[in-house]
């Protein structure tokens, strides 16, 4: 009997209660058939996520605080990882219905390409909306989605790039740029990701942060220091 292919890999750092929904609605790609094991990697959290996962059959690492940052943590998730293909998604994200579907397809029709979800929020307002729509249109035209859009990719193309680099930040970009546009594209099905940074930080101010914080790493720019803009 064939192995389920895919490998699901969940850096967390205190990530409930968005953590429970996201693991809830991996469920059903068990009974699906598709997913083969779903790692959680945690940086030392303060709340129970590294509990849950353990108790709904996750495998569980920790990095310690030293180990935080997502790359480091999505570099241990896929070495851990047992599929043929691993879906990289973060802990406060929940794929939207359709999401099985949209995988099964793309692994057995598109196994040269990587592909992500369209990006939603949590909130429905017309600042989420907006920032949703600019960042499906950037991945789209650019071909660089961000992490919380999650990202699908055969272990083969995840290896043959050279993975994901434990740098302080931008470990998302880095990655999308060694891919290419030419082998990502959108998936059919959404995933609904936590709208609390931007209600925090603020509906403007958060997004024209990130965009200076790219733009700073399309530049050149080393991510440690970036990191200490980011803070």
């Known amino acids: 009997m064939t192995s389920p292919p895919l490998s699901i890999v969940i850096p967390t750092l205190n990530a409930m209660p ?7 609605t991996l469920v059903a790609g068990l009974g699906a058939g598709l997913v083969r094991d779903v790692v959680v990697v945690d940086a030392s959290s303060s709340d129970q996520g590294a509990e849950l996962a353990l108790d709904m059959g996750c495998t569980v690492l920790q990095v310690g605080s030293a180990g935080r940052g997502r790359g480091q943590q999505l570099a241990a998730g896929a070495i851990a990882a047992k599929g043929d293909w691993i879906l990289f998604l973060h802990g406060d994200s929940v794929p939207l219905e359709g999401w099985i579907a949209a995988c099964q397809v793309h692994i057995a029709t598109a196994p040269r390409q990587a592909a992500y979800f369209r990006l939603d929020f949590d909130e ?11 960042a499906n249109w950037r991945a789209r035209l650019f071909g660089l989605p961000y992490g919380d859009q999650g990202l699908l990719i055969s272990r083969s193309m995840y290896e043959a790039v050279g993975g994901f680099q434990p740098i302080a930040l931008m470990e998302d970009v880095d990655l999308v740029r060694k891919l290419g546009k030419a082998r990502l594209r959108a998936l059919p099905a959404s995933v609904q990701t936590s709208a609390e940074r931007y209600r925090r930080g603020g509906w403007w101010f958060v997004p024209l942060r990130n965009l200076v914080l790219l733009a700073a790493f399309l530049c050149g720019i080393s991510p440690d220091r970036i990191k200490g803009w980011y803070q």
């Open 124 to 134: 429905h307002e017309a600042p989420a909306r907006r920032i949703a729509f600019w």
């Open 18 to 24: 968005r953590l429970a929904d996201c693991l809830a």
